[in-house]
C-alpha cells in the first residue's frame, strides 16, 4: 500500500524512493486526498506526474490551491497529464494561489512541448484579465500568464508585456525585462524553457532530502 511517509524524510522529498513508487491509481487518489501536509501532498502529486494517473487529475486540480510546495508540485504533475483545458478553466475561476501555481503548470507544459496553440490564445486573454485586476487595485500576475507565451515564442507577446509594465505599477518589472529580452525578434524564453523542462529534482531542489 503506497504511505506518503515512505516518500519524505524530516519533512523533505526522498527522489529515490518517489521516482520508484507504484500504486493502483485508486490507491493514489485515495492518499493524494487524504494528505493535509505540504511535504506528503507534493511527494504524491510528483509520483502521480511521473506515473501519468490520469485518475488524480480532480485532486491535483484541487491542489492548485495549495500555499506551499504542494501546490507546485501538484502543477508540475498536471503539465504531464491530460490537464490543459481543466487548467485553464481552473485559472480563469480561482484565486490568488490557484492562478500562479496555473500559471506555472501551463509553462511547464510548454516546456515539455505539450502545449496546444489554444494555450497561447488563452493566456493572451488571462494577461488582459490580470491586467484589469491591476486596474482595480487587485493583485495581478501579468508576469505569470507572460511565461508561457515567452516559452512559446508567441507572436505579439513583447506588446502585452509593455501593456503589463504600464498597467500594473506592482508587476515584477525584472522578470518582465527578463522576458522582453527573451523574446525579442521573435525569440522565445529559450532560459525557461531549459529549467522547466529539467528533471524535477532541480526544481523541487530546496525541498528534496
Same mark, same amino acid.
Given at each position: ?26 490507491? #493514489?487518489?485515495?492518499? &493524494? +486526498?487524504?494528505?493535509?501536509? *505540504?511535504?506528503?501532498? %507534493? !511527494?504524491? =502529486? /510528483? ?12 485532486? #491535483?486540480?484541487?491542489? &492548485? +490551491?495549495?500555499?506551499?510546495? *504542494?501546490?507546485?508540485? %501538484? !502543477?508540475? =504533475? /498536471? ?16 484565486? &490568488?494561489?490557484?492562478?500562479?501555481? *496555473? ?107
Amino acid at each position: 500500500m503506497l504511505n506518503a511517509q515512505d516518500l519524505i524524510r524530516d519533512g523533505k522529498l526522498l527522489p529515490e524512493a518517489i521516482e520508484h513508487a507504484h500504486a493502483d491509481p485508486g490507491e #493514489l487518489v485515495k492518499a &493524494l +486526498s487524504g494528505a493535509g501536509d *505540504g511535504p506528503s501532498f %507534493a !511527494a504524491l =502529486a /510528483l509520483v502521480a506526474g511521473l506515473c501519468g494517473v490520469q485518475q488524480a487529475l480532480p485532486a #491535483l486540480l484541487a491542489g &492548485l +490551491s495549495r500555499e506551499d510546495h *504542494g501546490g507546485k508540485a %501538484a !502543477a508540475w =504533475a /498536471l503539465a504531464r497529464l491530460d490537464s490543459e483545458r481543466a487548467v485553464i478553466d481552473a485559472i480563469a475561476g480561482g484565486g &490568488l494561489d490557484v492562478r500562479e501555481n *496555473g500559471y506555472y503548470s501551463l509553462s511547464v507544459r510548454a516546456a515539455l512541448g505539450k502545449a496546444s496553440p489554444q494555450v497561447a490564445t488563452a493566456m493572451a486573454e488571462r494577461v488582459a484579465a490580470e491586467i484589469a485586476r491591476a486596474k482595480q487595485k487587485m493583485t495581478g500576475l501579468g508576469e505569470h500568464a507572460l511565461r508561457p507565451l515567452a516559452i512559446l515564442g508567441a507572436p505579439g507577446t513583447d506588446a502585452l508585456i509593455q501593456q503589463v509594465l504600464e498597467a500594473d505599477p506592482y508587476t515584477d518589472k525584472f522578470e518582465l525585462q527578463r522576458l522582453r529580452k527573451a523574446v525579442a525578434d521573435g525569440s522565445r524564453d529559450q532560459d525557461s524553457q531549459r529549467e522547466l523542462a529539467g528533471p524535477w529534482v532541480a526544481l523541487f531542489a530546496d525541498h528534496v532530502y
